[in-house]
């Protein structure tokens, strides 16, 4: 981070956040998208809305995301191991057909 005339921060003030960074939410989207998907392709099956205590409804918490994006906060810089099965379970209409009918 550089202060307005390009030199280095040295001292931190008091308005920037300290401790561990936060999941910001393109990271928790794709978390739930990601279990959802995962568990209709090993289900075939999408509860009822009413039925709110299945895995398919779990909101992921700050740790579900760690353990699946990776450890490591530089693991959140790469999600493709994430997005690519997300990304082709949503472009397969023949995938989705049977939540949709």
């Not at 981070?1 to 939410?25: A, H, Q």
């Not at 090993?42 to 409804?57: A, E, G, I, K, M």
């Not at 918490?61 to 994430?82: Q, T």
Request: glycine share 2%; aromatic share 16%.
């Amino acid at each position: 981070m550089f202060m307005p005339w390009f030199s280095y921060r040295i001292l931190s003030p008091p308005t920037l956040r300290r401790g561990k960074p936060t999941i910001n939410f393109p990271e928790f989207a794709l978390s739930e998208a990601y279990r959802k998907a995962q568990y209709f392709n090993n289900t075939r099956t999408v509860p009822p809305p009413h039925v709110l205590n299945s895995p398919f409804y779990h909101i992921p918490s700050y740790r579900d995301v760690i353990d699946l994006h990776g450890n490591n906060i530089h693991d959140l810089y790469s999600n493709l191991h994430v997005y690519r099965p997300v990304s082709q379970w949503a472009n397969n209409k023949a995938f989705w057909a049977p939540v949709c009918s």
